[in-house]
């Protein structure tokens, strides 16, 4: 598809004619920090920032959600699922390594085993439009797990920031139509857009050199010793699962409004907490920060990988930047790796 | 210090006096240190002493020990991790006896979200102290540049109106005692009750609406021992787990009431967080507050009873309101 140029001072007018069909979601500075907040303007958005703190799933798998609400009278029970009464999402600033996940969470979510309503009724119709990635933290390693700085996956159009305009590389069809009445982009863009991906990759070093031997290791490796030492500073917090992009565990719980009413929702869940396998015989299979640091480890780089065939992590950094602790991912992974 | 840290460490695993040692090593990113547990004085060269040591390594201590049973835990301390052991000896969750106290002299933990935020969303790719100075190396989207801070400026609030920098309880001692600061601790909770009702529970409901939920609070807190603690009790559910103002206000106040005359404000559960909610204006309003009704500092002495385990005759009582 041809790659265009389009001009910052376009970017507004476009995101207001984006706000004629869509609720616009796009990054813009809330306490401090930036996240992915639906727009009411585009002078909200800020397009200068490394990556959000809260990650933009929870567009399409928030972290709490009614699932259905009842209420009981002389006639029967009555239940109904609150209707989503929104327009459909369209993502604008997404990061390569959080436009990623979203492929993999349609793994999870919206499968042929297995099709979650919650999910899809949000997801469907959804638009992303990326942002690649030209500085890279230090904490990012998305080139580990199978993603780029400039990758295109789970989006519909990816700009490249160029100083003062934007080179866009649609991927669908939607994006070729959103770009269609911008100038092409000159060779001399495309050569300067080569030159930042190649730059942006190189920042990137691999954290483990061989991930097929990590899924191995993985597969011998449950009552391995390494495990013995790994857990040991978690605080058994859930901020690296609530921050993750990839992350989709959820609990059920039921609210009561009276005797006849009330509600079912889900909430995210977190393999770090203790409540998480804890059964109703009040056996917890998991009864420490070392079965519960394993199980994240397990589910991210061998469980995802038999199930999809892809590592459960994009690489994002955020839980390296995030953890109380600094038990940093990179390090349990490359110390897996180099293990015997 | 350090030097002498590692060099007391070789000597404490040589003697038979510890079996292991908590303490911080290295973190993988600038103004980072890690808790760690360190095995034997081979090991000495990884820990680490200095300002980003934010976490209360007493936190560690029941896990550690229940992980490690008959072994003599050596632990670092600083002021309020000390006193959090004297808390936790008191409250007998561990005997004196298994433990040996590495004191150390602290003169601050670094606010890093403070920091962060002066820097307005740059990346600190190296950092080097120099003195009362701290130089950074910062990149972000636009520019790569070098910036140097007082440390002062940018010293935990926890610290900057701590009064017991040298722990409490030790067995050996590094660094000279610190002068207790002359500042009012409690400038910023005067500020607090100041306002109105109205004007504070505003306060409170754009902190607390920053909360995810993540109990990295709850994590970093070497009071929060429970074996199941009051949010996990879900036979039946008593306490939401929603991220409604309600629900997360209830948690806070909740936990803030349950470390009442246990929590020592070390700050770490405010490092923790990840939203950088503020929590301390609640754990200090509540150390104030055990301060003027019983005359109570929380983990200095392991021999005094704690105001709640015990009934005098004449305790404050004006807080019991007749029914109607």
Redesign the interface.
Known sequence: MEEKIIDKSEIGPLLSKLKESYQVIAPVRRDGDISFERIDSADEVVLEFSNTKKVPKSVFFPQEEVMFVYSRSESGTEIKEPPLEQAASLLFGVRPCDARSFSLLDMVFDSEDYKDIYYIRRREGAKVIGLACTSPRQTCFCTTVGGGPFNHDGMDLLLVDLGGKYLAEPVTDYGEELTEDFPAAADADKQKRDQMRENAEKCMKPIVADLDDLKNKLDTGFESDFWDELHTKCIGCATCTYLCPTCHCFDIYEEEEDNNSGYRLRLWDSCSLPLFTLHTSGHNPRPSTKERVRQRIMHKFNYFVTNFNEFGCVGCGRCVQNCPVNLDIRDVISKIAVSS | MEDQLRDIAVKLFKDGSVDLIIGYEA???PL??????IKSAEEADRLVWNMNCG?NLA??LL??AE?NPEKKLGILAKGCDSRSIVGLIKERQIERERIFVIGVSCSGILDRRKLD?ALN?A?I?EAQFNGDKLTLKC????TRHAVSVHVADYIHSSCSTCQHKTPVLHDILIGEPDVEADVNVYEHVEALESQSADERWEYFVSEMS?C?????C???CPFCYCN??FV?Q?QP?WF?????LSDTMIFHLVRAFHVAGRCVNCGACA??????VDLMSLTKKIEKDMNELYGYIAGMDIEELAPFTTFEEDDPQEFIVEPD
């Open positions: 973190g993988t990113l980072r240190a890690a808790p760690c547990v976490s936190t560690y896990p550690v992980a935020n969303g990346e790719l990149e972000n989207v636009e920053k995810i939920r993540c109990y990295a709850r994590g970093a199941e603690c996990d879900n559910q939401g787990k929603t991220n409604e490092r923790a967080c990840p939203m950088g």
